[in-house]
């Protein structure tokens, strides 16, 4: 949601739009790999997110794939 509200508009001032691409390359560099893996899974636990109409069809699903596998392999942890 971040990335999308950092995205550049045609009225947006040069001042505004240089503010926007730092804040966007701040935040890009900073959660990647498996630290924005986890804020997704974090965020689709969450019921006000839960829906992750951020991410496309592709990206939400491989969200809730990963969390199936997660819930999967603590089940059987507490199994053994």
Do not use: W
Request: glycine share 2%.
């Amino acid at each position: 949601m971040i990335e999308q509200s950092m995205a550049q508009c045609d009225e947006d001032s040069s001042t505004i739009a240089q503010m926007k691409r730092a804040i966007l390359k701040d935040f890009t560099d900073r959660y990647q790999g498996e630290q924005n893996k986890f804020l997704q899974e974090s965020t689709a636990l969450d019921p006000r997110f839960r829906s992750l109409h951020q991410l496309n069809d592709s990206q939400r699903e491989d969200v809730f794939d990963r969390l199936k596998l997660k819930a999967t392999q603590m089940q059987n942890q507490v199994h053994i």
